[in-house]
């Protein structure tokens, strides 16, 4: 655990970067992992096509947060393009600690947000079959 | 319904039944497991293990259909299961017993089969709050689509059903169907069942109970119940995963169609017409888990050896032991009834400060196996404003020294977390 829960990613869960609402966001998606109870809405302020600025709100465990923090100090200032470039590997790298198959939703959730901010979706595609109800195991 | 104990001893030889169990001995992370999972899955002791693995080993065969040893010994076994579960019910005949993979194939089942040919638009279907996602999504997707209505029953601040909405929705009138569990796999509550049967059936309605958590932890009477129907899953009483029942007395499963249509569950079969086989095959289309069952049947076996009593007693002594102890440690939140008065040893908390997910994780590095989630209760975690809970979950095999285990993985999350 001493691998997983490092100074750092303990700093971005109680200390959250971006952190907030952002009066005047153009761009804004909500996105959860129902199976553990996620929660991240991301707010991107796009000015010509580059990132201006970004707050995220969220609840969730440690690694969701923590991960939507690291990633918004990323992304601030970056090209649209760019933004939308990063991938889900970039990510977990960029994390610097082991993520177990289980976890991995949870890790990823901050950059579902960004995408879906970034290319000013509402709701996930493919999504909206899986509504209601989510499945889970006992 | 629960026996209100407070135990102060343990009436078992836990040494004796933990040695039986293989896994039970293994390190994880270099400590040795606790498992306290067992409202999710449990362990499987030697003699299941075994008596799996001597159908396989010695006498493997499709059942009721050779006219050879090997088949007529395995189906000997597979019906012998049957019987088995039967007596451990307390049915009136194994013809009352339908095997299937588990409780949620179960509910299904009572649902396509029987709900499709008589729960009507307008009718009235009652469940609660507390139910598994699979005595719930199955009648929510049926009122959908025959046009009935769902009515919820929502808990007290204890985790308790609220008696007074229940005779109410009841007495509201049009209630065709009541799905209830007999209890709760997320607090632990023992529903009073027996009483809730024979309300909603001075009303008029058929009721279905899912026994999912408590057929493995209490003796279950379905004769003294007398509901319509009852499901459970034989992987959370120390049987393989792919076996289970859906108990109904021989009249309601005679009126009732079949579930899924294929081979053993025919009599006849021609071009035009085809006829059913008898009870309760009519409703076990296709090879059954047939290992599985006869797994089910030794599990049944060393279950009614230990005694149902001593193991719902040993429970609740093992509940007793930890309830105080969690109370004690600052920032926890115990959900659910804090009494051991009809509840099982199911301890749903949180920690302040720290996400479930990271406190099971934590938990792991120190041994300790506990579920963190919604434990398919996302109707009970939105009645308690939560996303989800750490939950600990006890069995036979427990101790307390597993319990003072658990304390020890809440103070290292606390450490790791600052809090």
Redesign the interface.
């Known amino acids: 655990?001493d691998d997983?829960?490092r100074d750092y990613i303990?700093d971005h869960y109680?200390n959250p970067r971006n952190s907030g609402d952002l009066p005047g966001a153009t761009n804004t998606y909500h996105d959860t992992n129902?199976?553990?109870?996620?929660?991240i809405t991301m707010a991107l302020l796009i000015e010509d096509d580059k990132v201006k600025d970004v707050r995220f709100k969220g609840?969730?465990?440690?690694?969701s947060q923590a991960s939507a923090s690291i990633l918004t100090e990323e992304i601030k200032g970056k090209s649209l393009d760019e933004v939308k470039a990063i991938d889900r590997q970039h990510v977990l790298e960029n994390l610097g600690i082991p993520i177990s198959p289980a976890?991995t939703k949870?890790a990823l959730l901050g950059l579902k947000t960004v995408k879906g901010a970034a290319w000013g979706l509402s709701e996930w595609p493919g999504d909206a079959n899986t509504a209601g109800?989510?499945?889970?195991?006992? | 319904m629960a026996v209100s104990v407070r135990a102060a001893a343990t009436p078992l030889d836990v040494g004796r039944i933990r040695a039986d169990f293989p896994i039970l001995s293994r390190k994880v992370h270099g400590k040795p497991v606790a498992y306290l999972d067992n409202?999710?899955t449990s362990q499987k002791p030697r003699q299941v293990i075994d008596a799996m693995s001597r159908v396989f080993e010695d006498h493997n065969a499709n059942i009721h259909r050779g006219v050879y040893e090997f088949s007529e010994t395995t189906t000997a076994e597979f019906e012998g299961a049957r019987e088995k579960v039967a007596r451990f019910l307390n049915a009136a005949s194994a013809r009352e017993i339908v095997f299937v993979r588990n409780a949620t194939e179960g509910v299904n089942l009572v649902a396509y089969s029987w709900g499709r040919d008589n729960i009507k638009a307008g009718d009235r279907i009652v469940s609660t709050v507390l139910e598994?996602?699979?005595n719930?999504?199955p009648w929510?997707q049926l009122a959908k689509d025959v046009g009935a209505e769902i009515v919820m029953i929502d808990i007290d601040d204890d985790g308790r059903l609220r008696r007074d909405q229940f005779t109410a929705a009841l007495k509201g009138g049009r209630v065709k169907f009541v799905a209830i569990t007999y209890t709760s796999?997320g607090l632990g509550v023992v529903l009073p069942a027996k009483e809730l049967v024979a309300e909603a059936k001075a009303a008029g309605a058929t009721v279905l109970v899912d026994a999912a958590q408590a057929v493995p932890h209490q003796k279950v009477d379905v004769r003294d119940l007398g509901a319509d129907f009852l499901v459970f899953s034989g992987h959370k009483m120390l049987a393989p995963p792919g076996s289970g029942a859906v108990w109904a007395p021989e009249a309601t499963f005679e009126r009732m169609r079949p579930f899924l249509y294929g081979g053993d569950m025919i009599m006849k079969v021609s071009v035009e017409k085809t006829t059913w086989n008898e009870l309760p095959w009519k409703f076990e289309a296709g090879t059954s888990s047939y290992v599985d069952a006869i797994g089910l049947g030794a599990a049944v076996d060393y279950l009614e050896a230990v005694g149902m009593d001593k193991i719902h007693e040993h429970e609740l002594f093992l509940t007793g032991y930890v309830l105080p102890r969690l109370e004690d440690v600052p920032g926890v939140t115990i959900y659910g009834p804090k009494t051991l008065d009809d509840r099982v040893g199911v301890v749903s908390f949180n920690v302040e400060g720290?996400?479930?997910?990271?406190v099971a994780?934590?938990f792991?590095?120190e041994g300790v196996c506990v579920r963190?989630?919604?434990?398919?209760n996302?109707l009970l975690?939105a009645k308690l404003d939560?996303?989800?809970t750490t939950r600990a979950s006890f069995y036979l095999y427990n101790t307390t020294e597993e319990c003072d285990r658990l304390i020890g993985a809440i103070q290292?999350a606390k450490k790791?977390?600052?809090v």
Do not use: T, W
């Open positions: 655990m997983m829960y303990l109680k129902p199976l553990c109870g996620d929660e609840r969730g465990c440690a690694i976890r949870c109800i989510a499945s889970g195991k006992e | 409202a999710a598994h996602h699979s719930f999504v929510q796999n720290v996400h479930p997910h990271d994780q934590i792991d590095r963190a989630g919604h434990h398919c996302q975690m939560v996303p989800a290292a790791v977390f600052g």
